[in-house]
């Protein structure tokens, strides 16, 4: 899996690094067939060192939204997967993975999916409800509610389980 400096998610919700993701920098495992260590699942300079949460896929109204769908999928799966091989890194494969949201615009209509990865690899993405409409005030309050409750997770939950399992252990190293 050697992501090409090209792939480039729409919008993400990342993890801002702290002064604990960037101590560990130095020990964490460089992407396959780089030598760049990198949180992310892209080489995108701009958030090479920040964990993806969720992503955040765009297209225009109109547009083919299976097309759209395969492209989250395809996000979806390169977080997990390069969750995994943080996790192989520090012994913990067999550590569950969280489930991830994840946003599609097409045009004003916001859906929210939920993305999941079982001990087999094989991704899973959960289609819900249309979220909100861009067009009316009361839509765009709930797609920002609820960026916000994913942004609010991410920043808790998900860094929680992200400091534990995927920082390379080098505070237990150290005398």
């Avoid at 759209?68 to 091989?85: D, M, T, V």
């Amino acid at each position: 899996m050697r992501p090409p400096e090209a792939a480039r998610v729409d919008y993400a919700i990342v993890l801002e690094p702290t002064s604990r993701l960037q101590a560990a920098l130095p020990f964490l495992e460089p992407l396959p067939g780089t030598d760049d260590p990198s949180w992310a699942p892209t080489l995108q300079a701009d958030v090479i060192h920040c964990p993806f949460a969720s992503v955040i896929e765009t297209k225009k109204s109109g547009g083919d939204p299976q097309k759209a769908e395969y492209q989250l999928g395809i996000w979806a799966f390169a977080i997990f997967k390069r969750l995994r091989l943080l996790l192989e890194a520090n012994g913990q494969a067999q550590q569950p993975l969280p489930c991830l949201p994840l946003f599609m615009a097409e045009g004003e209509t916001w859906d929210f999916y939920i993305a999941s990865q079982g001990a087999d690899s094989r991704t899973v993405v959960w289609t819900f409800d249309e979220i909100g409409n861009a067009l009316y005030r009361k839509g765009v309050y709930q797609i920002v509610a609820i960026k916000q409750f994913v942004c609010h997770w991410a920043h808790t939950e998900f860094r929680g389980w992200f400091e534990k399992h995927c920082l390379p252990q080098v505070d237990q190293e150290q005398p």
